[in-house]
Nanobody
């Protein structure tokens, strides 16, 4: 089982990015998924999560700006990030919740 994250990059404040995390080798639809981020010098934090049936939760810092959604047919979970702020700069990781299975991380940098 592997998770492949992609979609990070450099964007100006107020811009948007969409992260993708494709799972291989597992029954993806049975897994709750999460997006985490880790900024330099800070602990890794859960940004958004989605259950197997589509219930979502968000960190207060991203509510109203980020949207997590999944496409089980494509074994992929997405994080749509709008109105990005410099404080969103971090390495973003996807994870199968309740497991030690993490994606490799993708860098998001938001310039002011």
């Amino acid at each position: 089982v592997q998770l492949q994250a992609s979609g990070g990059g450099l964007v100006q404040a107020g811009g948007s990015l969409r992260l993708s995390c494709e799972a291989s080798g597992s029954v993806f639809s049975n897994d709750a998924m999460g997006w985490y981020r880790q900024a330099p010098g800070k602990q890794r934090e859960l940004v958004a999560s989605i259950s197997t049936v589509g219930f979502t939760n968000y960190a207060d810092s991203v509510k109203g700006r980020f949207t997590i959604f999944r496409d089980n047919a494509k074994n992929t979970v997405y994080l749509q990030m709008n109105n990005l702020k410099p404080e969103d700069t971090a390495v973003y990781y996807c994870r199968v919740l309740g497991s030690n299975l993490w994606g490799q991380g993708t860098q998001v940098t938001v310039s002011s």
